[in-house]
């Protein structure tokens, strides 16, 4: 096993850069060891080509080609130089499980100081800081007897190194730093497969960016709250390989664009993995919420074949699409973010240290959950129903479906409705519309037909029909109450109706024609 330190500057606006240069220093304790070779980390940073699934792989692929990471190596005698510490775990960590980061930081990068290229600039964006140092910490014992994981009191978190008297390298101080606690680059192989991979590095590196955390901690009811899942690294960094960032915090980073849709429409989306920076997600706003604090957003996620990550043989053949190769379904994946706040942490923490909150609690101080079967304000739901396709029988999103859009004060969604989802493929569509509109409508069809009065009680007048037509007339649950044909103008009797919105449908040989009615 090994653990991992990532350092790098937690700004936003690092993610306009195109290369970054990072260090990786692999770092030996005096009871720990690397148990495999060093070769296979190198390859998993840099990778092998441009399909193998590597750390540089995985962010060109996320971030659209905004963000490649190159990866260089203290050496000695054309050998990767591997820092050993005269310290054990023990040494180096606290009675409390706190375990000092800064003395193996400071040491080791003492050590690599002359070991590594001068004439290599590893601050591209200027801001007097390194782009990125990752520490590889080796953490399986080599003391008789003892279990094999030395360092099980590690975990992960990012921290400001800024202020901490690490030296130097090539005239460039050390920032931000994210510590990860994982099997990483060298893995676990179980059942001949290589796991808990690249999810924990991705993750931790992203922090650096700027997001937080968006999954949730476990309170003492043993209540498992899944508010994102798979569909963001930000929330399950475990697995190999990696998922995919969501939509959201892709756009966020500035890594891809989200274009808010106002036209009601048909639409299509590429999946995450396709590697484009537009056609990727849609966000949605509802006059719900008048401050466009909270709203929806929308992508294609496509499950990868995980077959094609090749555990065996190092990282050297693969397929990025098995990146989100361990996502849950493909399909629509509809979010509701919350602005008000930023990323699940706070939600978190709060769960765990008072263990009296409800679910209800998580999902309103939120920022980012993803809807699912059976989830409501204040229930999660089934989180492996938590995408939307033809091919699964899950194709609307509506105020009368399950799951319905809502805000965090539980206040149902009543003008969002996404209909028609096809099946997933190569892309994926569907129908957006203000209101509820019947399978098939094709309304761009013209002609002179008017209705009228509207809002009406009693007899709803429908002129300019010229040969024979169906009428129908559903309600908002799309049900179908009434329905007739006729050749000329027609009268409809709605006196006996229940007020609120129905949705008039008139369908003739040159098309169809829908509209809104409101029955006082």
């Known amino acids: 096993m090994l653990a991992a330190l990532v350092l790098g500057a937690a ?113 591209v964006d200027e801001d007097g800081y390194i782009d990125a140092i990752s520490f590889f910490v080796a953490c399986d014992c080599i003391r008789p007897g003892e279990d094999n994981r030395c360092a099980s009191v590690m975990y992960n978190f990012a921290t400001n190194l800024k202020n901490s008297e690490i030296p130097d390298i090539n005239g460039k101080k050390v920032g931000y730093s994210a510590w990860n606690s994982w099997s990483a680059m060298g893995g676990i192989i179980k059942e001949d497969k290589l796991q808990y991979d690249l999810g924990v590095a991705v993750h931790e590196t992203i922090h650096t960016f700027g997001p937080l955390d968006y999954y949730y901690l476990w309170n003492n009811t ?184 809502f805000l965090a004060d539980g206040t149902k969604i009543e003008d969002i409705y996404i209909t028609n989802i096809s099946s997933a493929g190569e892309t994926i569509s569907f129908n957006f519309s203000r209101t509820f509109i019947p399978a098939g409508i094709d309304n761009t069809v013209k002609n002179n037909i008017s209705i009228y009065p509207n809002p009406v009680q009693d007899y709803l007048h429908i002129h300019g029909i010229n040969n024979n037509t169906l009428i129908q007339i559903y309600n908002l649950s799309g049900i179908l109450v009434y329905s007739t044909e006729s050749a000329g103008d027609t009268n409809v009797d709605i006196s006996g109706y229940s007020s609120g919105v129905y949705m008039i449908m008139l369908t003739a040989e040159n098309g169809k024609w829908i509209r809104k009615i409101i029955v006082d």
Not at 254 to 266: F, L, R, S
Not at 299 to 317: A, I, M, P, V, W
């Open 222 to 405: 043993g209540t498992l709250c899944i508010p994102v899942g798979s569909w963001d690294v930000m929330d399950d960094g475990n697995g190999a390989p990696a998922s995919l960032p969501s939509a959201y915090i892709r756009g966020k980073l500035g890594w891809i664009d989200i274009p808010e849709i106002t036209d009601e429409g048909e639409y299509t989306l590429y999946p995450a993995t396709s590697g484009r920076k537009d056609s990727v997600a849609y966000k949605i706003c509802t006059n719900a919420d008048p401050t466009q604090k909270e709203y929806i957003v929308v992508e294609y996620r496509y499950k990868g074949d995980e077959s094609t990550f090749s555990y065996n043989h190092l990282y050297q053949y693969g397929n990025l699409n098995a990146f989100d190769g361990l996502i849950y379904g493909s399909g629509l994946v509809i979010y509701k973010v919350n602005t008000n706040f930023n990323s699940n942490a706070g939600a978190a923490y709060a769960y765990v240290s008072g263990g009296n909150q409800t679910q209800a609690h998580l999902l309103a101080e939120s920022e980012l959950i993803a809807f699912r079967s059976g989830g409501t304000p204040t229930s999660f739901g089934d989180f492996r129903e938590s995408f939307f396709s033809a091919d699964v029988e899950r194709s609307s999103f509506t105020p009368n479906t399950d799951p319905y859009p």
């Open 11 to 123: 700004q936003v606006l690092k993610a306009q850069q195109i290369l970054y240069k990072q260090i990786a220093i692999f770092v030996e304790l005096a009871d720990t060891k690397f148990n495999y070779p060093i070769q296979q980390s190198i390859e998993r940073l840099n990778g092998v080509n441009e399909t193998s699934i590597s750390f540089d792989n995985y962010f060109k692929l996320a971030s659209a080609g905004k963000v490649n990471f190159k990866t260089y190596f203290p050496m000695e005698e054309d050998a990767v130089y591997i820092v050993k510490l005269p310290w054990t775990w023990e040494d180096i960590t606290s009675e409390s499980g706190v375990y000092d980061y800064i003395k193996i930081s400071k040491a080791a990068i003492e050590a690599i100081a002359d070991k590594l290229p001068t004439d290599v600039n590893f601050d």
